[in-house]
């Protein structure tokens, strides 16, 4: 099995940053991406921004330019530096983590989720 800790969310005033973290622990024979995703109350879970074991990244329309989503490969973990945050940045953030066995089978995984509030 594969646990996942999420870390950084919490409340900042529109135009500030925060960074959220996500450590991946467990039974890991080799991660093939990691990623952040977000979801409203209601809403479908959208893409907010990942990363392939070869730095290859892809971002969301609506967070290009603002959220830098980044790794470190020795601490199984992914960050996620978001600045000029909006109000409707606010949800709930939830890591993703696609974890491949010694086979090739690959699985998700999913963190507990962070609440980032973007509010004055």
């Known amino acids: 099995q594969v646990q996942l800790v999420e870390s950084g969310g919490g409340l900042v005033q529109p135009g500030g940053s925060l960074r959220l973290s996500c450590a991946a622990s467990g039974s890991i024979f080799r991660i093939a991406a990691m990623g952040w995703y977000r979801q409203a109350p209601g809403k479908q879970r959208e893409l907010v921004a990942t990363?392939?074991?070869?730095?290859?990244?892809n971002y969301a329309d609506s967070v290009k330019g603002r959220f830098t989503i980044s790794r470190d490969n020795a601490k199984n973990t992914v960050y996620l530096r978001m600045n000029s945050l909006k109000p409707e940045d606010t949800t709930g953030y939830y890591c993703?983590?696609?974890?491949?066995?010694?086979?090739?089978?690959?699985?998700?995984?999913w963190g507990q989720g962070t609440q980032v509030t973007v509010s004055s």
């Open positions: 993703n983590v696609r974890v491949a066995d010694s086979s090739g089978i690959e699985t998700d995984y």
């Open positions: 990363t392939t074991i070869l730095g290859s990244t």
